[in-house]
C-alpha cells in the first residue's frame, strides 16, 4: 500500500504563503496558476452541459499519472469492514447519475480589492456535468460506519506543499453530509470516462458545495471519530478577515448569476459591441444553499425581473433570458440572483483574505453603435 504522507507542523503558516494582499498588478506566480488552471468561457453559458474541455479546473498540485489496472480504492477507520476495491469491482456497482454545478471557492478571487495572491479567477471558475459512479452512502453502508464516526476523510493521489506543510490533497465531510443520497463517487464525465484534469479514475462530487471538497484522483477513504485537521480543511479554504485570523469554514456554494456577454468582443479588453435593436440577454444562475428563486438583471441602473427555465436537476444551474432593445450608446449591464432561503448577491465585494466566496454581482459594459 502507498504510505499517506500526511505531515503537519506545529505553526501552520496562512493559506496561500504568497504574501499579504495587494493593490498591485499581477504577479508572476499569479500568472504561472493561471496558465496551470483552466476557466469557463462565459459563452459556454449557453449549454446546460459543459464539455470536459470548457468545464473550469483547479489542480493544486501536479495531476498523477495513475495505471487504472493496478489503482484500488481504500475504505477504513471507524468502519465495521475495511474494504479495497478495483475500479472494476466499483463499476459493477449499482451507479447513478447526476447533474452538478460545481464552482471553485476562489471565483471572483482577482476582482477584490486589495487582490489576495492565489490563483487569480475572474468569474469563470464554473461548470456543469453530469456525474456518473457509485454513491458514497452505498459504499459507506458496505463498510458498516460505527456509531461514534464523526466525518469521512477523502484523499487523493496528488501531493505537493502548499504554506510549508508537504501533503496529499484531503478533504472532509460531516457524516450526515457524505450519506446524503447524491454524493457520488464519479467515474464518467458526461457519459465518457474521467479526464486526466478532471479526477482519472475516480473522484468525489459533493453537490452543493464549493468544488475543493469534491476531491479528485481519489485514493482512500477514512471514517474518523474526530475532526479532520489537514492543511486543506483547518488552513485553507475559510473565511477569514486576516492571516492569524480562525476563521470560519467554507462550505456550500452562495448564491451567483453569470450572463453571457451578448455581442462580439475585442481582442485585448474583452469589452462588447452590438448592433442597436433587439437582443436575447441569457444566463445561468445557481446556488448550493436552495432553488433559485430569482433573476434580476440590471440595465444602466434599472432592475428588470428574468424569465427563469428549469434546471437539469435540484445541483445543477437554471437557464435565465430576457428581452432586451438595445439603444445606440454606453450601457451597462448586470444580473443578480435570489434564491430560497432569501439569500442574494450583493453589490459590493464579499472580501475576505483568503479571497472565497465573491459571489458579488457580474458588471458587462457594452457599446451599442
Not at 78 to 92: C, D, F, G, N, T
Not at 102 to 127: D, I, Y
Not at 216 to 241: H, M
Not at 321 to 334: K, N, Q, R, S
Request: charged share 20%.
Amino acid at each position: 500500500m502507498t504510505k499517506q504522507i500526511y505531515r503537519t507542523r506545529r505553526t501552520m503558516r496562512p493559506a496561500s504563503n504568497t504574501g499579504e494582499p495587494t493593490s498591485g498588478p499581477l504577479t508572476a506566480q499569479e500568472l504561472q496558476l493561471a496558465a496551470r488552471n483552466h476557466s469557463m468561457p462565459l459563452e459556454a453559458l449557453r449549454r446546460d452541459i459543459t464539455p470536459p474541455g470548457l468545464h473550469y479546473v483547479l489542480t493544486h498540485f501536479d495531476i498523477p499519472d495513475t495505471d487504472a489496472a493496478s489503482w484500488h480504492l481504500r475504505i477504513s477507520g471507524a468502519v465495521e469492514r475495511s474494504l479495497e476495491l478495483s475500479l472494476a469491482a466499483l463499476k459493477k456497482d449499482p451507479a447513478i447519475t447526476v447533474p452538478v454545478t460545481l464552482e471553485c471557492a476562489g471565483n471572483g478571487r482577482s476582482l477584490l480589492r486589495p487582490r489576495p495572491l492565489s490563483q487569480p479567477w475572474v468569474l469563470e471558475a464554473v461548470g456543469t456535468a453530469e456525474w456518473t459512479g457509485v454513491p458514497l452512502a452505498y459504499l459507506l453502508a458496505k463498510a458498516g460506519v460505527l456509531s461514534e464516526a464523526v466525518e469521512v476523510v477523502f484523499t487523493g493521489a496528488d501531493a505537493g506543499i502548499q504554506g510549508g506543510v508537504r501533503h496529499r490533497y484531503a478533504r472532509s465531510l460531516p457524516i450526515r453530509e457524505a450519506m446524503r443520497p447524491d454524493v457520488v463517487l464519479a467515474y464518467r464525465m458526461n457519459g465518457s470516462e474521467l479526464p486526466p484534469q478532471h479526477g482519472y479514475p475516480l473522484r468525489l462530487v459533493v453537490p452543493g458545495w464549493y468544488g475543493m471538497t469534491s476531491v479528485k484522483w481519489l485514493q482512500s477513504i477514512e471514517v474518523v471519530t474526530a475532526p479532520f485537521k489537514g492543511y486543506q480543511q483547518q488552513v485553507a479554504y475559510r473565511y477569514q478577515d486576516k492571516a492569524d485570523d480562525a476563521g470560519t469554514p467554507v462550505s456550500r456554494i452562495r448564491i451567483r448569476s453569470l450572463m453571457v456577454p451578448p455581442g462580439i468582443p475585442d481582442f485585448f479588453t474583452r469589452k462588447r459591441f452590438l448592433a442597436r435593436g433587439p437582443v436575447m440577454l441569457q444566463g445561468r444562475a445557481w446556488s448550493g444553499a436552495g432553488a433559485v428563486s430569482g433573476v434580476e438583471v440590471g440595465i444602466d441602473g434599472e432592475w428588470v425581473p428574468a424569465h427563469l427555465e428549469k434546471p437539469p436537476g435540484p445541483f445543477a444551474w437554471c437557464k435565465w433570458t430576457l428581452p432586451w432593445v438595445a439603444d445606440p450608446g454606453e450601457h451597462e449591464l448586470a444580473c443578480r440572483a435570489t434564491d430560497s432561503t432569501g439569500a442574494s448577491q450583493p453589490l459590493e465585494q464579499n472580501w475576505n483574505y483568503q479571497g472565497l466566496g465573491n459571489n458579488m454581482v457580474q458588471r458587462v459594459s457594452v457599446t451599442v453603435e
